[in-house]
């Protein structure tokens, strides 16, 4: 019996790690929201889209809707605020 409810602790235990982790890995996040026009790196997709590894101004340009032609209200009303700051932090440590 103790087993068993060990056994079931651990499996809800990494059900959640398991739902939640993506969500707030901010890497993950920047492959799916931002690698098609930044590129994997944030190194920039030219004429597209302009570098922004090693970039201060995410959290500003996903919280204000950012520069004037820059089409971030899409990835803004889908991202959460802990998303953002997951993407930001991830984008500094880029090069
Ligand atoms: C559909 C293409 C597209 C997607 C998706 C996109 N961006 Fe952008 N982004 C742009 C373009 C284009 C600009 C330049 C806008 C301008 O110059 O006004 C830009 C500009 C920026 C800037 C400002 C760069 C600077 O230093 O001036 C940041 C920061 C940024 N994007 C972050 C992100 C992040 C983080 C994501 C993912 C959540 C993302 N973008 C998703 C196209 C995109």
Same mark, same amino acid.
């Given at each position: 019996m103790k087993i068993r409810i060990a056994t079931v602790l651990f499996a809800s235990a990494s059900m959640l790690?398991?739902? &939640?982790?993506?969500? &707030?890995?901010?890497?993950t996040l920047f492959k799916a929201k931002c690698a098609m026009c930044h590129g994997d790196q944030g190194q920039g997709k030219p004429p597209m889209a302009p570098k922004i590894a090693g970039s201060a101004k995410v959290a500003?340009?996903?919280a204000k809707g950012g520069e004037p032609k820059a =089409?971030?209200?899409? =990835?803004?009303?889908t991202l959460t605020a802990a998303q953002v700051s997951?993407?930001?932090a991830y984008v500094k440590t880029l090069k």
């Open positions: 790690a398991w739902m &939640q982790a993506p969500a &707030q890995d901010g890497g500003d340009v996903l =089409p971030h209200i899409n =990835p803004m009303s997951a993407i930001a």
